[in-house]
């Protein structure tokens, strides 16, 4: 799949002329880039957005030292930092290289002779390849669904389809209590309980602690009345999931409301179908002709074994 903006997506652009010189901590170059910012503020933390890479020529080093920028960078959560290098600058200040190493601060040097901007086009280029590259994903998902359930694939096609593209622990709960679909051992009833509950709370929570299985992130599937009749659990935390995965989570949860519209609708015409037959049957001799024809229309074949369960319901 398409890389997603990060650092180590930039430095990876050979036209970009970018030199890594402190790698932050653990992982931080791989992490996505919101945005680019370029800044010569002495302290931009106030403008920098959680998980922004800032751009800089180190203009504010006459008012104050790297270890203070840095500070700043690190106060709003940056993303990283890239020192454009210039004739009066052309090589990384000592200093602001161990204050960024000191912070865990991703740090790039980049070329005197490539200016901000191919930066910034270099990057809306990622996020474009990116974004497309998820929509397609998407449309090829949906259409993997909407086939899955016109064959009769049901719940547990959804979730197949789902499985293709991402490896999650799923559960189908419906209001009842009952299991509907998963991708994990079967759950216990008190388990089961607690998901069918939180679809009963106005509003439902975004995550539900399932006992002895931890914080589970729900997604939530109507039937044709715009009830919840059921919910999508990925037993994983909400917050660990990527946007990909909460992204596609919510397309199934969508094709599972008509899963469930379409077992709705069912249940419906064979609750209409019963009804009828049994008017006739209480009719008596006068349309007793007409049961054997209508059993037939509904595949039921009429000379074939047939028994009558009826049920009492008390207070």
Same mark, same amino acid.
């Given at each position: 799949s398409t890389p997603m903006l990060s650092l180590t997506t930039l430095i990876g652009d050979d036209r970009l002329e970018l030199t890594l010189l402190a790698a932050g901590s653990a992982g931080a170059t791989e992490t996505d880039v919101l945005w680019l910012h370029n800044t010569e503020l002495p302290d931009p933390s106030p403008y920098i957005r959680e998980s922004e890479l800032v751009l800089t020529n180190g203009l504010w080093r006459h008012t104050v030292d790297a270890e203070t920028f840095v500070s700043a960078l690190t106060r709003a959560r940056a993303a990283g930092l890239i020192f454009g290098l210039t004739e009066q600058t052309p090589a990384t200040p000592t200093d602001?290289?161990?204050?960024?190493? +000191? @912070?865990?601060? /991703? %740090?790039?040097?980049? +070329?005197? @002779?490539? /200016?901000? *901007?191919?930066? *910034? =086009?270099?990057?809306?280029?990622? =996020? $474009?390849?990116?974004? =497309?590259? @998820? %929509?397609? &994903?998407?449309?090829?998902? $949906? #259409?993997?669904?909407?086939?899955?359930? +016109?064959? &009769?694939?049901?719940a547990e096609g959804v979730l197949a389809v789902l499985r293709r593209d991402h490896d999650l622990p799923l559960l189908v709960v419906d209001r009842m209590g009952r299991w509907l679909a998963g991708t994990v051992d079967r759950i216990d009833t008190e388990q089961l309980q607690v998901a069918a509950e939180a679809l009963t709370r106005r509003p439902p929570p975004l995550e539900v602690e399932l006992p002895s299985g931890g914080p589970a992130s729900l997604f939530l599937v109507e039937g044709a009345m715009g009830d919840i009749?059921? &919910?999508?659990?990925?037993?994983? /935390?909400? #917050?660990? %999931?990527e946007p990909a995965e909460r992204e596609a989570l919510d397309q199934a949860a969508r094709f599972l409301s008509m899963e469930v519209a379409k077992q709705q609708a069912l249940q419906a015409i064979e609750s209409r179908f019963s009804g009828e037959l049994l008017e006739m049957i209480l009719s008596g001799p006068a349309r007793a002709t007409e049961v054997p024809e209508r059993l037939r229309a509904f595949g039921i074949d009429p000379s074939g074994r047939l028994a009558v369960i009826t049920l009492i319901v008390g207070e």
């Open positions: 602001l290289v161990e204050a960024c190493v +000191s @912070a865990g601060l /991703p %740090l790039a040097s980049l +070329s005197i @002779a490539v /200016p901000f *901007t191919a930066v *910034t =086009q270099a990057a809306a280029r990622i =996020q $474009g390849e990116a974004r =497309q590259d @998820a %929509l397609v &994903g998407l449309v090829r998902r $949906g #259409n993997a669904l909407a086939a899955s359930i +016109s064959r &009769g694939g049901g009749d059921a &919910g999508l659990f990925c037993l994983r /935390p909400l #917050n660990t %999931l």
